[in-house]
């Protein structure tokens, strides 16, 4: 009984991580300036990251902990460098 | 245990769902980087709080491996949108409108 809450609970958090997802895509599609593209593509990986962490506790191996991780670390270095491209029109000086 | 940590989980999400939905109805710029951050702060809090206490149950000792994610998050989220709003200003400062 309980375990099929948790599981029903689990399903209902990636349905809202999905939706959350449509959210971020559709402001990545409509715009309407880059800075909100890539607003939207920094929301778009954080709830990308979480979807992973919770795949990982639906199956009960950690192996999606470092998948997520490393989403979280390429996500952070992607956004900086698009609001470098941004502000100065090249990323590396 | 489980079912903790799923309720944990499910709130994590509806606050990144929260997050997203307010990216798309938010008017300005501006206004938008708000909403975003209550998904990337406390949405991930909480679903890396309902990973641990799972884990740790499954595993009958304590997994904190999770707070690595937590602490690259609060260090890189403000660090991000710090720059993002810099370039923005100099966009529009640069070509108003458009």
Known sequence: ?93 | MSTAAAVLVVAGALLACAGSLGLVRMRTFYERVHPPTMGTTLGTGLILIGSMLYFSALDSRPVLHEILIGVFMTLSTPVTYMLLVRAALHRERKDPGG
């Open chain 1, 1 to 93: 009984m309980s375990y099929e809450l948790s599981g029903t609970l689990l399903w209902l958090g990636q349905l809202l991580l999905g939706l959350a997802m449509v959210f971020a895509l559709y402001r990545l599609l409509r715009g309407p300036r880059a800075h909100d593209r890539v607003l939207a593509l920094d929301t778009l990986y954080v709830d990308a990251m979480l979807l992973v962490l919770v795949h990982g506790i639906e199956a009960g191996t950690a192996l999606y902990f470092e998948a997520a991780l490393v989403i979280g670390m390429l996500g952070f270095v992607s956004t900086t460098a698009l609001a470098k491209f941004l502000l100065r029109g090249e990323v590396i000086e």
